[in-house]
Each structure stands twice: as structure tokens, then as C-alpha cells.
């Protein structure tokens, strides 16, 4: 199947800074990415849809001006996770979609493991 | 809306002794219905795609199979590698998860 990769796999900050996390799509062009965060013995809850060369679609209530996405590329997006703090500290996983014929196949990257000190 | 339940919540198997899980949706529009493996700490594995109802799909142990309202997926001799989270999502326009099963397969 197809293959994403994050970057970094795990990262910890101090209160106040700002985390960026990226998203690769390795072998395929993806028009759209997703961001999800997982809390521990919970499911994914989407964060937001992002569409190359547009602005993304934010989930209610997940706050855009704190969380920055960035979908420069076909292959890249990024999360931004600005003036951290230690309730943001959470697992965050990106999926990207491949076109699969009339339907769309989401492929998740290994996730990026917050810890705000 | 869309709503996917998931059962059970936790299973445990002994080595070789098979099961189901199951996945009920309610759903708009179904646009396919996505099983995945989580192991802890990783990104949600692909499994399957089922698209429509009467499909059936097979990986090794696994096997999908949808209906119109539920999908299961049957583990088939299970070994201790298997255990994981498996999730369930639907797609009417994006992925909607279950909560999941955490199945442990213990030697």
C-alpha cells in the first residue's frame, strides 16, 4: 500500500513554543490530507482536511489560529502547533488520500507523540 | 449523523481459538467502509475496503464482510502477533472512526 512518513516521531517542548510536524506522502501524490489527534484509549478525532494550494477545513472546535496547516505540495503538509502548552500534549497522526477510482483510500502516517512540558 | 459502534470493546483469545468483531454503521451515502490495525504508539495499518453490502475481502487470518448495516471482521487461528486496536471507520464524505477493539491473543 501506500506509504506516509511523519516527521518527528516524537518531540517534547517547553510551554509557550511552537511545534511544527510534517506529513509526507512517499510514492503517491495526495490532493487532500488529514490531521488527527488521539488520546490515550481513544479513537482518532479529525482536526482538520487539508487541500493542496487551499486553506484548510477546521473541525469545530479546534482552533485554526492555534493550529497551522500548511499544504504547500502534492507530497507535504504541515502542522504547526503554536504557544504550545501541556494540554496540547496528545499522539497526532496525518492520513493522506490516494485516488482509487471512483473512491478514495486514506493511508495514515506512524504519528508524531506531543509532549509539552 | 453518522455514527459507528464497535464490539466489543476489548477481547481476549486464546492462540488459535477464532472470532468476529463487530463494526454497526449508520451512515448517509455509505462511500466504503475502512478497517484498520493500530498497534500502540503507531499510525492506524490499512486492512480492508468494503464497498458494498454481500462484499467479502481476505488478508492471511482476516476476513471482512458488510452488510447493510454492520461489517465483521473474523479472525481465523489467531496468534499472539494479531493483537492490536482494529478499527472501524464509514465514509460518506470523510472518515468517521469507531472507538474500536482491542483484541489480545495471549500464547
Known amino acids: 500500500g501506500a506509504v506516509v512518513s511523519q516527521h518527528p516521531s516524537r518531540v517534547i517542548c517547553k510551554s509557550g513554543t511552537s511545534v511544527k510536524i510534517e506529513c509526507r506522502s512517499l510514492?503517491?501524490?495526495?490532493?487532500?490530507m488529514f490531521w488527527y489527534r488521539q488520546f490515550p484509549k481513544q479513537s482518532l478525532m479529525l482536526m482538520a482536511t487539508?487541500?493542496?494550494?487551499?486553506?484548510?477545513?477546521?473541525e469545530q472546535g479546534v482552533e485554526k489560529d492555534k493550529f497551522l496547516i500548511n499544504h504547500a505540495s502534492l507530497t507535504l503538509s504541515t502542522l504547526t502547533v503554536t504557544s504550545a502548552h501541556p494540554e496540547d500534549s496528545s499522539f497526532y497522526i496525518c492520513?493522506?488520500?490516494?485516488?482509487?477510482?471512483?473512491?478514495?483510500?486514506?493511508?495514515f502516517g506512524p504519528g508524531t507523540r506531543l509532549t509539552v512540558l | 449523523e453518522d455514527q459507528v459502534t464497535q464490539s466489543p470493546e476489548a477481547l481476549r483469545l486464546q492462540e488459535g481459538e477464532s472470532s468476529s468483531l463487530n463494526c454497526s454503521y449508520t451512515?448517509?451515502?455509505?462511500?466504503?467502509l475502512f478497517w484498520y490495525r493500530q498497534d500502540p504508539g503507531k499510525g492506524p495499518e490499512f486492512l480492508f475496503t468494503?464497498?458494498?453490502a454481500g462484499e467479502e475481502k481476505e488478508k492471511e487470518r482476516l476476513k471482512a464482510t458488510l452488510t447493510k448495516k454492520e461489517s465483521f471482521l473474523h479472525i481465523t487461528a489467531p496468534k499472539p502477533e494479531d493483537s492490536a486496536t482494529y478499527l472501524c471507520?464509514?465514509?460518506?464524505?470523510?472518515?468517521?472512526f469507531g472507538e474500536g477493539t482491542q483484541l489480545t491473543v495471549n500464547p
Open positions: 471507520a464509514v465514509r460518506p464524505s470523510r472518515l468517521t
Open positions: 492520513s493522506a488520500e490516494e485516488r482509487s477510482g471512483p473512491y478514495n483510500e486514506q493511508f
Open positions: 451512515v448517509s451515502g455509505l462511500r466504503g
Open positions: 468494503l464497498y458494498s
Open positions: 510514492d503517491f501524490q495526495a490532493t487532500t
Open positions: 487539508s487541500n493542496e494550494g487551499s486553506k484548510a477545513t477546521y
